[in-house]
C-alpha cells in the first residue's frame, strides 16, 4: 500500500473531499455466509479507505450489497467486545483489524468464531458463556469493612476488570475448541473473573472448591493461547490462571498440606 | 385457536426494556422489591452504551474537593441546564448520587483510588469540583459489568437480542409488550403490568455520532405511539470530542476525561482559543461551548487538516497517560496511527447525547401512561439544555433505580388480569412483515440520506431555513422509509432490523425539528444563528409533543414547574432573573 504517499496529498484537501480522494483500490472478501446447516463463502469487492478496519468493509457490504449480511458489533472502538470473527483464521475483534496490516493482493476471509455453534453468517451462539458466568459466587464482601484500599493493591485486579467479554480467549482455547469440553471446564473468561474476585481485597468468598470440580481448571494446560488473542492485553495465564491453580494445588494437592489436615482431622 | 396463541408468550410483573446502566438498575430494584422482572436488550447483555461512557460518574461524595456537596453539584447541573432542568430531578439526581455509587463499590465496583484509599475524583467540564469517580477511562465498562454480575444472581430473566416495536395496553393502562427476536425473526409477547423503558437516546439519526446501531430513539417512540409526551427534544448534545481522521472512525468519542487530566485545545495555528471563548473555565467549559467554539474555529479558517481542532495531553508524560487513559492511548495508536501520548490527537464535535426525551414525574419516573416509566437517556427533564460530563452515569443509577422502584410498587398493586389486545397484535405484527412485501429502495440508503439532512440542516447551529427545509425533506425521507425493500429471510436480518428503527428515527427527527423551530433562541446545545442570544422569556416553558387522537402530531409550549424558594436562595438573584 502506498499510504504515506497519499497521506500527503490529502493533508492540503479541503475537509469535505477527503472521503472520495481516499479510495486507493479494492480489497477482496470472503465472506462465511450460511446458518446451522451450513453455508459457503461468498466473495465481495470493496472500496478501501485510509485507516479502514475489517468491520468497515463488513458494513461496507452490509449498506451495499447484502443487506441481511448478520454481524454483530456496536461501539466500533474495542471497548464493548462484540466483533469477535476469525480473520484469516485468527480470532480478532473486527474493529480493531486494520486493513493496512493485510497483504491486499490476497483475499480477505472472514469466518465465525468457530467454538459456538452458528446462527447466521457472523453470528454465533454465545449463550452458553452467560450460562457460565451465573454459577460464578458473586462478589462477597468481608464484615465490618470502611472500604479503603489502596492502589496498589487493586491495581492487579484492575487488570482482570478490563475484559470487555469478546469471548475470543473462550474461541481458541483448546479444552472448549479441540475437545469441546464445555460442561467440564468454564473457559479462561471465566478464570478471570474468578480471579478478580479471588484478588479483590475485600472479598470474603471461597471459590476454590468450585474451581477445582466445576469450573475444571485443571484441563488447562496453559498454552497461553488466550493470553495472545486478548485484544485487552490481559496477561490471562500468567496473571489470572496460574494463580488460580497454584491456589487450588495448595489447598488439594500439596501432600503436607494434606497429611497436616489428616494428621489434624480430629480438630474438624 | 384465539390470535394470541400463535406467539409466544412471557410474563412478568416488571418488564424493563433496554440493558445499559438504567435498564439494569431497574431490573435490579425492581427484583429487590420482590416482584418478578424480565430484561429485554437489542444486544448481547454488557454491551450497551453505557459500556462505552469513559470519563467517570459525577456523585458529590467530596473525597478529593471537601467543600463539595450536593447543593454545588445540584447548582452546577442546572447552571450548566441554563435552567431549562427539571429542578426536582436535579435535586434527587445530587443527593442520591453518592449513594448509589457507594452502592457500586460494595457490589464489587473498583474505582481508581486516593492516596487514603478512597475512591478518587476528577476535574470535568462545568463540575466547579472535583467530582467524576472514575476507573481510569473505562468507568462505563467497569458500572455496566458490576450491575450485570449483580442481576444475574438475582432471578432476573434476561431476553437478548430481541427488539420491542410496539407497547400493548389494556383501558388505558400497560398491559405489555410486543417484538421480534433478532436472531430467528419470531414474534414474541411480554404480558406486564408495568413497564420501565430505559433504551436510550437517538445518536443514529446523524452522520457524524459517538453512538452504536442501537440508538435509534425506539424507547421515545414507543412511549409517544402509546400516548406518552415528549420533553425538550431539541436539545441534542453534540459532544466537542470525537475522532475526525481516518473515516473509518469519524464520530467516536474521545473522553472529556482528556481535557479534566489537562488535556489543552489548540487551532492550526497553536493557538489556545478557548482562551477567546471561555477564558475563565478554558477546556473545562461546558460541552455545548466547547463543541461551538471549535465548531466557530473551522468556520473562520483556523481549522486542523480534516475539520477539528488539535487536543493535547501529551505534557503529562507517557506512564501518566497509559495509566489515567489506557484506551484513548490505544485507541488512538491502533485506529489513528498517533501516539498521544508524544503529540495532539485531532478531534472534532460528534453527536453523543439527547438531553430531550420522554416526559416523567421527577419522583416517580412515571409517565403520562399508567404503568409505563422511563429512566436513563431516554427520559427529559434532569439535564435540561445541556448535560454536564458525569451526570449520566449518575443519572443513569439514581433514576434506574427509582423506575425500578415504583414500577415494582405500581405493579403489585395493579390488577394480575390484564388482557392483550388481539387486534392490536395483528397490527404489530402487519407492521414488521409489510416491509418484506415492499418494492422500494435499500434501507440503509434512506438511513444514509436521513443521517446527512439531520448533520447538515439540524445540527449544532440552526437557521429557520434550515430547520424548515429540513421538515419538508423529513416528509419525503418518511414516505420513502415506508416502502424499503426487503431481501432475504426473518432470520437475524439487519436490514429488516434497520427498516423498523429508521421508523423510529424519522419519527423523532420530527420532534427535533418541530421543536428547535419553536425555541427562537439560542440555549445550552440549541444555538440558533438567526436567534443568536439566550432569551429568558424562553426559559420559562418547554416544547411538549404528544399524539392527538386522530395520529397527528401536537406541540406545544408548557410553563416550567418552579423551583422551590428554598433551593432558589442557592442562587443569585440576578442569575434567575436573567437566566
Redesign the interface.
Known sequence: MTTSMLEKE???AP??R??KR?IMKEAIFKIFRG?KNGGSEVEYKVPV?????VL?AVHYV???IA????????????????CSAEVNGKPRLMC?S?LDDFDLNKEIKVYPMKSFPV???L?CD??WN?EV??KIT??T?KGNTD?????RD?DR??EF?????CFACQNVCHVIREHDLKPKFAGPRFFV?VAG?EM?PL?NADRLEALKSDMGIGLCNITKCCTEVCPEDIHITDNAIIPLKERVVDRFYDPLRMFFRKLFSWLF | MSVIDRFEIHEHDVLVIGAGGAGLRAAIEASANGVSVGLVCKSLLGKAHTVMAEGGIAAAISNVDKHDDWKTHFKDTIRGGKFLNNWKMAELHAKEAPERVLELERWGALFDRTQDGKILQRPFGGHTCKRLCHVGDRTGLEMIRTLQDKGIHMGIEVYMECTITKLLKDNGKTSGAFGYWRENGRFVIFKAKAIVLATGGVGKAYKVTSNSWEYTSDGQILAYNAGAEILDAEFVQFHPTGMIWPPGVIGILVTEAVRGEGGILTNKDGFRFMEKYDPERMELSTRDVVARSIYMENKEGRGTPHGGAFLDISHKGADYIKKKLPSMYHQFKELADVDITKGPMEVGPTCHYSMGGIRVDGETTATSVPGLFAAGEVAAGLHGANRLGGNSLSDLLVFGCRSGLYAAEYAKKSSSNLKIDEQEIQLAEKEMIRFFENNGENPYTVHKDLQELMQNYVGIFRTESDLQYAIKELVKITDRAKKVKIDGSRMYNPGWHMAYDLQNMIQYSQFITESAIRRKESRGAHSRIDFPETDPECSKWNNVIKMNDDGSMNIRQEPLSQMSEELKKLFEEKELVKK
Request: with cysteine; aromatic share 8%.
Open positions: 490529502d493533508t492540503d475537509a469535505g477527503l472521503y481516499n446458518d479507505e485510509e485507516g479502514m478496519v468497515d452490509q449498506k451495499n443487506p441481511d449480511l448478520a454481524v454483530r458489533w456496536n461501539c466500533k472502538a474495542a471497548k464493548c467486545g462484540s480493531k486494520r446462527i447466521k453468517d453470528a454465545v449463550l452467560f458466568n451465573k458473586p462478589f464482601p472500604w479503603k484500599m489502596s492502589q487493586i485486579v484492575q476488570r478490563k475484559c470487555i467479554e473473573r474476585l479483590h472479598d
